[in-house]
């Protein structure tokens, strides 16, 4: 199935895709940190977005 670009923000947020650039770069934008600090995060604490929030230390939602 090809992506809807018309869509601009993940349609799950309870998961974090790395993967997708366009999905890397919103939640790096959304936390406020790079995207190899998402990719870090993702790589310590799994895909859960609560789980990467906190180790990030920001707050979700």
């Known amino acids: 199935m090809a992506d809807d670009l018309n869509i ?3 349609q ?7 993967h997708e650039e366009w999905e ?4 790096a934008q959304r936390f406020g940190v ?10 310590s604490v799994g895909v859960q977005t609560k789980d ?3 180790h ?3 707050t979700w939602p």
């Open 24 to 27: 890397l770069n919103w939640w």
């Open 8 to 10: 601009r923000e993940p």
């Open 56 to 58: 990030l230390g920001k």
């Open 34 to 43: 790079s995207k190899q600090k998402i990719k870090d995060a993702v790589a």
């Open 12 to 18: 799950d947020k309870f998961k974090i895709n790395i």
């Open 52 to 54: 990467v929030a906190k």
